[in-house]
């Protein structure tokens, strides 16, 4: 045996567990999935027995079934009378459910789906558990639904063997050489079937090279991490062990229920050649098909048989090579910790009985709002949502309307069924909204929650003011400048008394606190914020109007750019009103560009301030006028922190910053990054055009609502940056049938994107191309002029900036007329654009120009969203 050489060198040994290593020969991968997880979940609840038929209900399906009732040839999606004549001892429990108007979940007797909405906040509360579990064998580990999961068990693998076999641990100089011969193994049922050559069982002593040890511990952990799961939730789960995550999958369900099944390399071949091409992981849907159709066969082992330019010939060179790895096993796909969710959504269906007034909507905002809040809690501390969205859809009419949520807010259910209510009267005061079809609830732009970081807008929160004890009732407020003034704690958990706080040097943060020697209230007045609903103190008043000033400024700054203060007004360009004007839209209003007026710049807010009780201004304080409106008619004042250090602009990103800044530099080192280099994204479905085929080529992704929800929660990551780039509001895509993003990929970094969505009509627009349109974004329409006859509604087109005027527009806008519609090419006279900013304006002018030379003005079509 000492003779035996390995096959496996050193190096293999070396660096199996290093990250680049994901193709590695001694890569291990493990997919755990959960036995019928929902019907298991009400079984421990209701404490049944395990071996009596049991399935979950939802109104009248069945949407959980476990395996004794499948014996019974009961299936998921039968109706309850259905199963009942299959299984007449078939035990049943409805799924939690909410009652509309209540904010719990309760399991309710036989709930009527027009007024309850379902909840599996148990089954999500139980999965989290059960992640736990895993992790405390194996940290790795990819969350893939809410019942199964992949876990990289290659470094715990080998930490293991280097203490079963401590000989591996001194490796030579020359790591090329071979591994020495592998132990001889006894394999037990415990761990599970062995897959090998012979397609099964191999229970004797099983001798074979280093990545069947592998295996052989692999499967070990896997079997402790089952049964630690069973023993701490009374949950079965199967399992599946191979070389990489495809190969896991497939073979997990090899030895279901409650067992395991561990894929050896010799067994892959004969394994894979069983299968059907659309069996593999990713080579399903629509694409496996196509695959199935091109190549002439659905079985794997015919693919065994082509040559690997054979199949590139046929499928493409990456659709090729991609077909060619998974029919013959290879898989180098991560194996990574869940991304954190960025969004969250509750949404009912009303089609049947659709709400026709306030009240009634009123109801269901208390459920979606406990439904949030339920799973709010689960990260509360970790993560918070920015934004809180309303959408409404009834019939054809779709809108939405969106609210910031302050750092300070309370999330409650209070809190989200208030908002929604005030979103869905801005809604009641411009549209028709009823009756409704379908509401929906979310959270958008869900980010970490470090409270450690003191970003810029940390300069923007009112200070808290720290009661003394011998206080009096104070309704004035001055800003000091005092040196010898006392500086407020800097972060509110640090609530100390003001006279124990030890003596500082005058910082960049003494300048931004409340009332340094002024005497604090001990009896608070205050007064309700029109803008975000919070109480606030009366002495608080001022700073907190400066507050919603500088948020208010900042946003209307991404707009336009600053005019010079020496401008008088008559200088200023005017708009002169027509019926209806249609420009770059920020929130629910519509803003006009100035006509000559520069390309929007997104600057880097320092601070913006206002003082409406100070008896004068701070030296320290410069005045800078801001024009906010096209009519030039008034003007903000914008009130910049002197420092005695100047800023920069960046000549590519056009983000103003302080160099001797820590945190600015770091700032815009993230913004220039992800602004010029596009948005990294991984996509699982494949490009419908390729413009090149290098590793890092370009190619142009369709993402609809048939994609996987994978794909469209990216997409829709994709479109939630491009609509902070051009001040549109959040949209919610996911699952929705209306509309289609378009992804210009370079490699995996989104450089362009295409929002798509069905239209029938919009407004015919027909202007002179001269000085004053081509920098003008503004849109003048007739009501006269709506026509119908159009399908494709272009709401958003973006190209990041470092890759403008080459062509990506135009690419995207070509394939969605291609393929917005399957088998029908839309023509130009079919096309319509939206919410036009002032180089989006220019590119609509160009394009459409292509298809009318000789003609004196130049006609295109808007529409409204």
């Known amino acids: ?154 470094g715990e693998v080998k930490r293991l063997v280097l203490e079963e076999y401590p000989f591996l641990k001194a490796s030579p100089d020359n790591l090329e050489t071979s591994l020495p011969a592998a132990p001889v193994l006894l394999w037990t049922h415990d761990y599970g079937i062995l897959i090998d050559r012979n397609g099964g069982d191999a229970g004797e002593e099983y001798e074979q090279d280093w990545d069947d040890v592998f295996l052989y511990y692999a499967a070990r952990i896997v079997k402790a991490i089952r049964d630690d799961i069973f023993e701490s939730l009374h949950y079965t789960c199967s399992a599946g062990v191979s070389f990489n995550p495809m190969l896991a999958k497939l073979v997990s369900s090899r030895n279901k229920p409650n067992k395991q099944a561990v894929l050896c390399r010799s067994g892959i071949k004969e394994y894979l050649g069983s299968l059907s091409i659309t069996d593999i992981r990713m080579l399903g849907g629509k694409f496996g098909e196509e695959v199935v159709r091109v190549l002439g066969t659905d079985s794997i082992s015919d693919v065994w048989s082509m040559q690997l330019d054979n199949v590139m010939g046929k499928l493409g060179q990456v659709n090729g090579r991609l077909v060619w790895n998974m029919c013959h096993g290879l898989d180098d796909t991560e194996i990574t910790t869940q991304i954190q969710i960025k969004s969250m959504l509750s949404a009912k269906n009303f089609s049947q009985n659709k709400l026709k007034d306030e009240h009634a909507v009123i109801n269901w905002f208390r459920v979606f709002g406990s439904d949030l809040h339920s799973r709010f809690m689960e990260v509360e501390g970790l993560r918070r949502p920015k934004t809180l969205c309303l959408h409404v859809l009834t019939g054809s009419l779709r809108k939405s309307r969106s609210t910031q949520i302050p750092l300070d807010a309370d999330i409650t259910v209070d809190y989200i069924a208030s908002h929604c209510l005030k979103l869905l009267r801005q809604l009641q005061d411009e549209y028709d909204v009823y009756p409704i079809a379908h509401l929906s609830v979310s959270f958008q732009n869900i980010v970490e929650n470090d409270k450690s970081s003191r970003g810029i807008e940390s300069f923007l929160r009112p200070s808290k003011v720290i009661p003394k004890s011998t206080a009096t009732l104070d309704n004035s407020s001055k800003l000091h400048s005092d040196d010898n003034s006392k500086p407020q704690p800097q972060c509110p958990s640090e609530e100390i008394p003001e006279e124990a706080s030890p003596k500082k040097k005058r910082s960049v943060f003494g300048m931004f606190k409340d009332i340094s020697d002024s005497p604090s209230p001990t009896i608070q007045q205050s007064y309700t914020c029109d803008e975000c609903g919070h109480s606030i103190p009366i002495t608080q008043n001022g700073e907190h109007d400066d507050y919603h000033f500088a948020i208010n400024l900042s946003r209307k700054e991404r ?27 920020t929130g629910s209003k519509h803003y006009i560009a100035p006509v000559g007026s520069p390309s929007p710049k997104r600057a880097f807010l320092d601070a913006f301030f206002t003082s409406n009780q100070s008896t004068s201004s701070s030296s320290a304080l410069r005045k800078k006028n801001n024009p906010v409106s096209s009519s030039g008619s008034s003007s903000a004042t914008q009130m910049h922190l002197d420092l005695g250090s100047t800023t920069v602009t960046c000549p590519e990103c056009l983000m103003e910053y302080n160099k001797a800044s820590e945190e600015d530099v770091d700032l815009h080192s993230r913004f220039h990054s992800r602004t010029l280099g596009g948005i990294s994204l991984c996509m699982q479905t494949e490009p419908i055009k390729r413009l090149s085929y290098s590793v890092n080529g370009d190619s142009i992704y369709m993402i609809t609502a048939e994609s996987s929800l994978l794909d469209q929660k990216k997409a829709e990551e994709a479109l939630n940056f491009v609509n902070e780039e051009l001040s549109g509001e959040p949209m919610e895509t996911i699952g929705i049938d209306k509309y289609s993003i378009f992804l210009f990929m ?69 394939c969605a007329t291609s393929y917005f519609i399957y088998g029908y090419k839309i023509s130009n006279k079919e096309i319509a654009f939206t919410q036009p900013s002032e180089s989006g304006k220019r590119f609509i002018l160009s394009w459409s120009r292509a298809f009318q030379e000789g003609k004196a003005s130049v006609q295109y079509a808007v529409y409204e969203n």
């Open 746 to 814: 370079s490699g995996r970094k989104c450089l362009g994107l295409l929002l798509a969505e069905r239209i029938n009509s919009a407004y015919v627009i027909s202007e002179k191309e001269d000085e004053k349109t081509f920098f003008s974004s503004a849109v003048y329409i007739k009501e006269n002029k709506l026509q119908r006859g159009f399908l494709l509604g272009v709401s958003r087109i973006w190209v990041t900036p470092s890759r403008r005027k080459q062509g990506i527009a135009r690419a995207l806008l070509d």
């Open 559 to 585: 707009l336009f750019e600053p005019q010079p203060s020496s401008a008088s007004s008559t200088d200023k360009p005017t708009v002169t009103a027509k019926s209806r004007t249609y420009g770059r839209r």
């Open 1 to 154: 045996m000492e003779s035996r050489k390995s096959k496996f060198s050193w190096r293999d040994l070396e660096y199996c567990d290093k990250p680049a290593s994901r193709s590695g020969p001694l890569r291990i991968v493990a997919h755990i999935d959960q036995d019928a997880f929902y019907a298991q979940v009400e079984i421990v609840r209701l404490g049944i027995n395990p071996s009596t038929p049991f399935a979950v209900q939802q109104w009248q399906g069945l949407i959980a079934v476990n395996y004794p009732a499948r014996d019974a040839n009961v299936s998921r999606h039968e109706t309850i009378t259905e199963a009942k004549k299959k299984c007449p001892e078939l035990q049943v429990a409805h799924v939690k459910t909410w009652k509309a108007g209540d904010t719990e979940a309760k399991y309710h007797e036989n709930p009527d789906p027009n007024n309850f909405k379902a909840c599996l906040d148990p089954y999500r509360h139980e999965s989290v558990k059960i992640l736990n579990i895993i992790k405390n064998h194996a940290p790795i580990v990819k969350k893939a639904s809410i019942d199964e999961c992949f876990i990289e068990l290659t």
